[in-house]
T-cell receptor, first 114, second 109 residues
Framework: GAGVSQSPRYKVAKRGQDVALRCDPI?????LFWYQQALGQGPEFLTY????????KSGLPSDRFFAERPEGSVSTLKIQRTQQEDSAVYLC????????????FGPGTRLLVL | GIQVEQSPPDLILQEGANSTLRCNFS?????LQWFHQNPWGQLINLFY???GTKQNGRLSATTVATERYSLLYISSSQTTDSGVYFC???????????FGTGTRLKVLA
């Protein structure tokens, strides 16, 4: 079946613009994670959803970052008033059960803020 | 917070060689996983291995949770094994996965 998909794959934003990044998890997967990966670094946890409930948002770096998963499937990560330090690859992952098992990653969205 | 150190940081192998990658945790972790990030950036799950040993083809992994480490073995390496290998785990009661520093592997033909 289809894997995790993300869109857009690339996004260039001017500083101060708002952006929205989309994640389509594997159908039926309960858990959804967002990560931020800076160049040459490992992924860093941003937030976790179990169905539509956001159970952990401790990794969101500021109140400019907001994530939602209103119907328990597709998720959107929104960044308001983008800044240059937001430039990174944003990865989405899903897993079948309650977050403590194999994660399947999407291809990522590469965000460049100028 | 928990620290996850991986060693070696960089590794160059000739095709056909074997290698062992190590992941050390500063505190107890749960839900340990190993991932391979290929040169195009795609992260592929290799093992979900909170404890014990698993094998999948040329790859195997062992986690000794009580001693806070995990090992990934790659046998008969191929050029397609090149990329970065990450381990990741959660601390008790959380869903927040902490990723290690990574091992960058290059396999030469």
């Amino acid at each position: 079946g289809a894997g995790v998909s993300q869109s857009p794959r690339y996004k260039v934003a001017k500083r101060g613009q708002d952006v929205a990044l989309r994640c389509d998890p594997i159908s039926g997967h309960v858990s959804l994670f967002w990560y931020q990966q800076a160049l040459g670094q490992g992924p860093e946890f941003l937030t976790y959803f179990q169905n539509e409930a956001q159970l952990d948002k401790s990794g969101l770096p500021s109140d400019r970052f907001f994530a939602e998963r209103p119907e328990g499937s597709v998720s959107t990560l929104k960044i308001q008033r983008t800044q240059q330090e937001d430039s990174a690859v944003y990865l989405c992952a899903s897993s079948l059960g309650a977050g403590r098992e194999t994660q399947y990653f999407g291809p990522g969205t590469r965000l460049l803020v100028l | 917070g928990i620290q996850v150190e991986q060693s070696p940081p960089d590794l160059i192998l000739q095709e056909g060689a074997n290698s062992t990658l190590r992941c050390n945790f500063s505190d107890s972790v749960n839900n340990l996983q190993w991932f391979h990030q290929n040169p195009w950036g795609q992260l592929i799950n290799l093992f979900y291995i909170p404890s014990g040993t698993k094998q999948n083809g040329r790859l195997s992994a062992t986690t000794v949770a009580t001693e806070r480490y995990s090992l990934l073995y790659i046998s008969s390496s191929q050029t397609t094994d090149s990329g970065v290998y990450f381990c990741a785990g959660t601390t008790s009661g959380t869903y927040k996965y902490i990723f290690g520093t990574g091992t960058r592997l290059k396999v030469l033909a």
